[in-house]
């Protein structure tokens, strides 16, 4: 599953990426506040949510590090 979820995020454009990125960065802030209040569901959220910005950050940081040394 992590490989074509790799895949799908290598085929996206950078500012789809970026918007994207802020989107899961706000939704991790809610699910932390979620989570202090003790009305999370879904702790693996958490997890999964981490990995996907983790994943896009460094999809991001291999197109920077590209287009740098062109």
């Known amino acids: 599953m992590a490989k074509s979820k790799v895949k799908e ?5 950078t500012p789809h990426l970026q918007s ?3 989107e899961r960065i706000r939704h991790l ?3 932390r506040s979620q989570a202090v209040t003790e009305k999370l569901e879904d702790p693996s959220q958490l997890r ?7 994943r896009i950050r460094t999809i991001l940081r291999q197109r920077e590090l ?3 040394s062109k």
């Open 48 to 54: 999964k949510t981490k990995k996907d910005i983790a």
């Open 20 to 22: 994207e990125l802020q």
């Open 66 to 68: 590209q287009s740098a």
């Open 29 to 31: 802030f809610d699910l």
């Open 9 to 13: 995020i290598h085929e996206r454009e």
